[in-house]
Nanobody, 122 residues
Framework: QVQLDEPGGGLVQAGGSLRLPCAPS????????MGWVRQPPGKEREFVAR???????RYADSVKGRFTISRDNAKNTVYLQMNSLKPEDTAVYYC????????????????WGQGTQVTVSS
């Protein structure tokens, strides 16, 4: 069974940076698409970014040029580097290794962890 743990959130001022790591457990994910989904307060979950096993990336338009996703297959870990943060980036961020990042659209049937809160103050 896949377990997802997303440490690394916190409170940051607008313009600041945060790096979110996620090391899903249960099996090796070196051949899987890995990525991030977020849920802003009062809104639905939305796709943020994904990275394929070969390193190909895709981003939501709202984060292009500011966020960078990367992975370390030796550590079974995916990272989301968030720069130039804006108040509208405030959300609970979820790591995902399922259809939500494969198809870049949130799928309710996926497994989800607790998520990590990122709050950007203006």
């Amino acid at each position: 069974q896949v377990q997802l743990d997303e440490p690394g959130g916190g409170l940051v001022q607008a313009g600041g940076s945060l790096r979110l790591p996620c090391a899903p457990s249960g099996r090796t994910f070196s051949r899987d698409v890995m990525g991030w989904v977020r849920q802003p307060p009062g809104k639905e979950r939305e796709f943020v970014a994904r990275i394929t096993a070969g390193g190909g990336t895709r981003y939501a338009d709202s984060v292009k040029g500011r966020f960078t996703i990367s992975r370390d297959n030796a550590k079974n870990t995916v990272y989301l580097q968030m720069n130039s943060l804006k108040p509208e980036d405030t959300a609970v961020y979820y790591c995902n290794v399922g259809q939500s990042v494969i198809f870049a659209t949130v799928t309710s049937g996926d497994s989800w962890g607790q998520g990590t809160q990122v709050t950007v103050s203006s």
